[in-house]
């Protein structure tokens, strides 16, 4: 029916995508591929056509071409869940390994001793998500301590992936004895995702958090929102997190953004001094740029205003830098 419809109407690329689907569905992978060249010739902007034939070039075994196709649609997308899951498979195909140094620098106003962390993972990637093994040191407080963790990103299916994380400290003076980590992503369609999670850090005082969060992507744009509450015995204490990103590049990776926060100072809390502050507000700067094609280098800086009873406001710099590279 739709074949005799297309001579009679060869224009009606809908109908055209449909009828490469259903031959790609039948693994008749070079007709499908075909009729998907043949819409995108007629409609080059058309998103569902370009993911269509990224999926017959990866069932036919045409990785280079899903993989440059992949690279097409995350640049004009980068939270396009189908184009991602390709990336990640192929990156587990071609540089399954990889391994992430850096470096933070936080300094205050009033005089206080810097804080020092460094910060060592390696990992592999594999076809359901990568696995990392992660070292921390962290100089604070005239005290070392070292945080070793285990971090998993399981992807379950298009769209839904989770971020897994269990670690123990060396000393447990500035480090919880051990923490748990916990989110669930979910894409809901529309360019949007949400997400939601828990963390435990096991101090003395043993501290939960609830986690939520909502992306949505606007072409190379992504809009990020995050809220955390943590219970206490006499009060609950929330954060917020705003966040604006540029992607950037040919491969839809890299990105710029820009964040405001009110609570944790910090994005991923770890240790003593990363918890929730009164009245904490801070405006952070990030570069994450891909210099090469196995090789990416990573910038943060900044500042918080901490506001102290019968004292003067605190004020604490962060910066930090790293490089990424997948051999």
């Known amino acids: 029916m739709l074949r005799s419809h297309l001579s009679s109407t060869p224009r009606d690329v809908d109908a055209r995508l449909v009828y490469g689907l259903m031959l790609s569905w039948d693994r008749r992978y070079d007709e499908a591929r075909s009729e998907f060249q043949r819409v995108l010739q007629d409609t080059p902007d058309y998103k569902d056509a370009r993911v269509a034939l ?27 869940p189908q184009a991602r899951l390709v990336r990640q498979r192929l990156d587990a195909r071609t540089h399954p390994w990889h391994v992430r140094t850096e470096y933070s620098l936080d300094s205050f106003n009033d005089g206080g001793d810097p804080w020092h962390e460094l910060a060592l993972s390696v990992g592999r990637e594999t076809a359901r998500g990568p696995v990392s093994f992660r070292g921390t040191s962290a100089t604070r407080f005239g ?27 060396t000393r447990g003076d500035l ?82 953004a820009g964040a405001y926060s009110y609570g944790f100072n ?10 929730i502050r009164l009245r904490s507000n801070t405006l952070r700067g990030q570069a994450s740029l891909d210099v090469s094609p196995r090789t990416r280098v990573l910038v943060t800086v900044s500042t918080s205003r901490q506001e102290r009873m019968l004292n003067t406001p605190l004020w604490q710099t962060t910066v930090s830098a790293g490089t990424a590279y997948k051999f």
């Open 266 to 275: 910090r994005e991923e809390p770890r240790g003593l001094g990363d918890s």
């Open 175 to 256: 480090f919880p004895d051990y923490r748990l980590a916990f989110d669930l992503y979910q894409a809901v369609g529309a360019g949007l995702e949400v997400s939601g999670g828990y963390r435990r850090l096991e101090f003395a005082a043993p501290v939960s958090i609830y986690n939520a969060g909502a992306t949505k992507y606007l072409g190379p744009w992504a809009l990020i929102e995050r809220v955390s509450l943590v219970p206490g015995d006499e009060s609950n204490s929330w954060s917020f997190q705003s966040e604006t990103r540029r992607y950037l590049g040919s491969a839809g990776t890299s990105f710029l």
């Open 143 to 169: 005290t070392r301590d070292q945080l070793v963790e285990i971090e998993a990103y399981p992807t379950f299916t298009t769209g839904t992936y989770a971020y897994v994380s269990v670690g123990a400290a």
């Open 54 to 80: 990224m999926n017959v070039e990866m069932w036919s075994g045409r990785t280079s071409q899903a993989g440059d196709l992949a690279s097409q649609i995350l640049t004009r997308d980068p939270g396009d």
